[in-house]
Each structure stands twice: as structure tokens, then as C-alpha cells.
């Protein structure tokens, strides 16, 4: 009986290693509901928009009154991709507020995997952004 146990775990562990499925599971009634932007404030370019998309863009305002903004973004293939991104802020009059904390990111995303990325503005005078997405090389 222990065989006939452990030899159907080894063909269960084997089949189930061939493959590497992401399961994810969420809750139908969502308490958190974003606030979406549809806008054109993301800039991707044409490497990486062939791959990688943005699926959302959510803002909401810190307790202390920060713009923070998060992106969904999603891998329409099934390999890995590499990239970079950044948001640049910009204050009540358009006028772009260049900071210390305004860097790019190295980062990556699985095949067929979604990913959220965010940032927190510099100060409350940060009242607009843009998302720029690079494919690294």
C-alpha cells in the first residue's frame, strides 16, 4: 500500500514538475475599489509595447495628502521581459518636478504574469505624473 502511495506521489510530483502554472485566486466581491485613470500618461516604447502592456492605472491620495499611482502591467507572451520605468511628477501648473527619488527601476515580469508597479510623489505640490516603461537591453 506505501508503494502503491509513494509511486502515485513520484508520477503526480513528475507531472505536475513539467509544468509551471501561476494559479491566483481574488476575491469576486472586491472591497477596495480603484479609482481608474484612462489616460494617455503612460509612455511605453515600441520594444516593450509589443510584450508588455499596461492593464490599469489606479491613483488614490496618501493620509497625508501625496499623489501615489499604481499600473498593472501584463506580459502577453510567455517569457520573461526585462524593463525599466519611471515616474516623473509634475506640479498644478504642468510644470515637471525633478527630484532625487525620480530614478528608474530595473525590474521583470513572468510569461502570461500581471504585475503591479507604484510610486509615491515627492511632496503634496505633485498634483499630475507620467509613466514611462523601457524594455532593458
Not at 35 to 54: A, H, I, P, W, Y
Not at 63 to 84: C, D, I, M, W, Y
Amino acid at each position: 500500500m506505501k508503494t502503491k502511495l509513494a509511486a502515485l506521489f513520484l508520477v503526480a510530483l513528475t507531472l505536475g514538475g513539467c509544468h509551471n502554472p501561476i494559479n491566483s485566486v481574488e476575491n469576486a466581491q472586491k472591497e477596495g475599489q480603484r479609482t481608474m485613470v484612462s489616460d494617455q500618461r503612460v509612455v511605453t516604447d515600441t520594444g516593450l509595447n509589443k510584450s508588455v502592456s499596461v492593464v490599469g492605472l489606479n491613483t488614490a491620495m496618501t493620509p497625508g495628502g501625496v499623489l501615489k499611482v499604481q499600473a498593472e502591467l501584463l506580459n502577453r507572451t510567455k517569457s520573461l521581459h526585462r524593463f525599466s520605468y519611471r515616474f516623473e511628477w509634475f506640479d498644478m501648473n504642468g510644470m515637471q518636478l525633478t527630484t532625487v527619488m525620480t530614478t528608474t527601476v530595473a525590474d521583470q515580469i513572468e510569461g502570461g504574469e500581471s504585475k503591479f508597479i507604484s510610486a509615491v510623489a515627492p511632496t503634496p505640490a505633485c498634483k499630475d505624473f507620467r509613466l514611462k516603461l523601457y524594455e532593458a537591453h
